[in-house]
């Protein structure tokens, strides 16, 4: 079986879905990444690990070391620029037209025809402009790829009752599937490890804790019949 993660930068694969990638790889499943951008409008570190303009090479880097560590076989990424992030914590639309988006991710789902897609969910987490993009930009690029169909879609973030991380659930998508991560935790943890630039991010979010504490144990996802093979 072929699994097509999507994502909008790096480090929300392993955030968001890094249990689940390394669940299916390790079922013997063929896991692949696609990210739209490279993150190069996102932080360099604290301190510093890099030049902002050389953001986008180290991230990639960065996105290839933790997708070895979750057990996935490759990373694509898109050629489009993700936005410097603004004044208060500003975040930015894409600049890129849906057309163009949802072109580029039909042809990679065209090529690799993988039989689950999973993505964003609908509210893009907390909000963020250009996850909500990402999902609309995938469903939109299924639609192009119609009669053809996945055997299954699932978005990241699914509501439940009393979630580890709140900020992560999309309210509009309900929960199907509550995975228990403990299995895989210690790759998840690589994962985040690997994103290095992002840690300062990471433990702002999460203060007090340790690398080992960031991951919650369970990811959940929301199941979309529509866009499946009946």
């Not at 696609?34 to 030049?51: N, Q, V």
């Not at 090479?57 to 996935?72: K, P, T």
């Not at 309210?171 to 895989?184: E, G, M, R, Y």
Request: aromatic share 8%; with cysteine.
């Amino acid at each position: 079986m072929r699994v097509l993660v999507i994502a909008a930068h790096p480090d929300d694969e392993t955030v968001f879905c890094g249990g689940m990638m390394a669940k299916y790889a390790s079922e013997g499943h063929e896991v692949f990444v696609l990210l739209t951008t490279r993150g190069e409008g996102g932080e360099t570190g604290e301190p510093p690990l890099c030049a902002r303009d050389e953001l986008g090479q180290v991230r990639e880097r960065e996105a290839q070391a933790a997708i070895a560590a979750l057990g996935a076989r490759e990373v694509l990424f898109l050629p489009f620029c993700d936005p410097v992030v603004g004044p208060d914590d500003t975040l930015y639309h894409i600049d890129a037209t849906p057309e163009e988006f949802s072109g580029a991710i039909a042809a990679i789902m065209a090529e690799l025809r993988p039989d689950v897609v999973i993505t964003h969910g609908s509210n893009g987490e907390y909000g963020h402009p250009q996850h909500i993009f990402t999902h609309q930009s995938v469903f939109a690029a299924l639609r192009q790829l119609e009669p053809w169909r996945p055997a299954e879609v699932l978005t990241w973030g699914g509501a439940y009752p009393d979630p580890e991380k709140p900020r992560h659930i999309n309210q509009d998508d309900p929960a199907d599937i509550v995975l228990d991560v403990t299995p895989w935790l210690r790759q998840k943890i690589a994962a985040m490890d690997a994103h290095r630039t992002q840690h300062g991010l990471f433990f702002r979010k999460n203060p007090g804790k340790t690398i080992d504490e960031l991951p919650g144990r369970k990811e959940s996802f929301h199941r979309w019949p529509e866009l499946q093979r009946s």
